[in-house]
C-alpha cells in the first residue's frame, strides 16, 4: 500500500494520531517553558475547550456527511473548480490548491471578525482569558458548522484533489495547537519563521483585547495573506507578557461555562455585538 492509499484508507486514524501528537507536544512544551502566566483554572479551562470541541466533531458528522475528502471526491467526480479549469502539472496543482484553501480559511475569518451576526458566534473563540494549545479547539457549534460549509464551498470552487485537502486539513489541525501555543520562540527565530508561518508570537496579538489588535494577523497557516492585505501587526503595544487576552466584557474566567459559551451569542452585552474597525 501506498502512503496516499495509506492516508485516504485510514484518514480518520492519522487525523486523531495528528491530533494527539499536536496536543502532546504544545502542552508538554507549554508546561516547561510557558510564555505568559495562566490567570484561570487550567483543567475548568481545558474541559470546557475539550467539550466543544468534541459536540462540534459529533455534529458536523452528523449533519454534513459530505466534509473533506468527502467534498473533494465528489467534486473530482463532476470535474468541477478552477484547478481543473487550469489544467496544471500534478504537482503545481496540489501546491496551488494548498495556497487556495489558506486564503479561504484567511477570508473566512476576516468575515467572522467583520460580519456582526457572524462575530456574536466568534467571540466564543476570543473569550477565553488564557492563551493556550487548547484555545484553538475553543469555538461555538455554529462557527464550527460554518466553517466546515465554506470548505466544503472552497472546495467545490477551487477544485483540489482530495490529497490535498486531506493535507489541508493535516496541516491545519497541527498548526492550530502550534499559533495557539503558550509558548515562544526566540526573537531572532521568531522574525525567520514568520516570514513563512504563523507562529505563536504573530498569532497571539489577535487574541488581544486591544481592538485594533484583535482585527489583524487573521491567518492560519500562512502570514503571507496578512502582509498582502495590511492586517499584519508585528506585536502587540503591550508586550506579550503585559498584553490582555479575550475580550473587556467577559473578563470573569469562572462565569465563562460551557451552558454559558453556548448562549453567549444570544446575549446583549454592551461591546460585545461586534468589534469592528
Request: proline residues 5%; aromatic residues 12%.
Amino acid at each position: 500500500m501506498d502512503l496516499k492509499s495509506f492516508l485516504f484508507t485510514f484518514q480518520n486514524e492519522v487525523r486523531l494520531y495528528v491530533f494527539l501528537a499536536g496536543f502532546g507536544l504544545f502542552a508538554l512544551w507549554e508546561s516547561f517553558q510557558p510564555r505568559r502566566r495562566l490567570i484561570a483554572s487550567t483543567p475548568k479551562r481545558w474541559l470546557t475547550n475539550f467539550a466543544l470541541a468534541i459536540g462540534n466533531s459529533l455534529l458536523i458528522r452528523m449533519t454534513l456527511p459530505l466534509i473533506g475528502i468527502g467534498a473533494a471526491l465528489a467534486v473530482e467526480k463532476q470535474g468541477w473548480g478552477l484547478l481543473k479549469m487550469l489544467t496544471l502539472p500534478g504537482w503545481q496543482s496540489f501546491i496551488v490548491a494548498l495556497l487556495l484553501l489558506d486564503i479561504a480559511r484567511y477570508s473566512q475569518h476576516v468575515a467572522l471578525h467583520k460580519i456582526p451576526l457572524l462575530w456574536r458566534f466568534h467571540k466564543v473563540h476570543h473569550a477565553d482569558v488564557d492563551y493556550d494549545c487548547t484555545t484553538g479547539l475553543r469555538f461555538h457549534p455554529f462557527e464550527a458548522f460554518f466553517s466546515e460549509g465554506i470548505l466544503i464551498i472552497a472546495i467545490a470552487l477551487i477544485g483540489p484533489s482530495p490529497s490535498a485537502v486531506l493535507v489541508f486539513e493535516i496541516i491545519y489541525l497541527f498548526t492550530g495547537f502550534l499559533t495557539h501555543g503558550n509558548i515562544g520562540l526566540p526573537v531572532r527565530i521568531d522574525s525567520m519563521v514568520r516570514l513563512f508561518l504563523v507562529t505563536p508570537d504573530m498569532h497571539r496579538v489577535h487574541h488581544s483585547s486591544v481592538l485594533a489588535e484583535t482585527n489583524s494577523n487573521y491567518g492560519g497557516v500562512l502570514p503571507w495573506w496578512d502582509r498582502l492585505f495590511g492586517t499584519y501587526r508585528a506585536q502587540p503595544v503591550a508586550g506579550h507578557e503585559g498584553m490582555t487576552i479575550g475580550l473587556d466584557e467577559y473578563s470573569d474566567a469562572n462565569a465563562l461555562s460551557y451552558p454559558h459559551l453556548l448562549a453567549m451569542p444570544f446575549e446583549s452585552k454592551p461591546g460585545s455585538a461586534f468589534r469592528s474597525d
